[in-house]
Nanobody, 128 residues
Framework: QVPLVESGGGLVQAGGSLRLSCTASRVAFSRYFMGWFRQAPGKEREFVAAINRSGGSSFYADSVKGRFTISRDNAKNTVYLQMNSLKPEDTAVYYC?????????????????????WGQGTQVTVSS
């Protein structure tokens, strides 16, 4: 098991910003590829962003590219999602996810089914 705890969600007006955090415990955090997903009511869980082990490569859904930034601090066992220029359609429960990967040679993971470990989620609500 990889305990993941998200925080930082809340209510914000359109155009505002939030920073989500996800902290892992009791694991070698730097061995994990990390992702953020979101799920709106009545919709499937969708990919938002992901970052490789070192933090040197990041990946984004087209819907958030240029507005969201994923980063990680391996010394703090934490991955972040900085969300700027928020829109009402960004409203969802946001989940962080982790997948153990080798040091090199792995592909980036964009599907929820690629990840074995999940946090409990944090609600983000953007009002218009």
């Amino acid at each position: 098991q990889v305990p993941l705890v998200e925080s930082g969600g809340g209510l914000v007006q359109a155009g505002g910003s939030l920073r989500l955090s996800c902290t892992a415990s009791r694991v070698a955090f730097s061995r994990y590829f990390m992702g953020w997903f979101r799920q709106a009511p009545g919709k499937e869980r969708e990919f938002v962003a992901a970052i490789n082990r070192s933090g040197g490569s990041s990946f984004y859904a087209d819907s958030v590219k240029g507005r969201f930034t994923i980063s990680r601090d391996n010394a703090k066992n934490t991955v972040y999602l900085q969300m700027n220029s928020l829109k009402p359609e960004d409203t969802a429960v946001y989940y962080c996810a982790a997948e153990l990967v080798p040091l090199s040679g792995y592909r980036p993971y964009f599907a929820a089914s690629d990840y074995d470990y999940w946090g409990q989620g944090t609600q983000v609500t953007v009002s218009s």
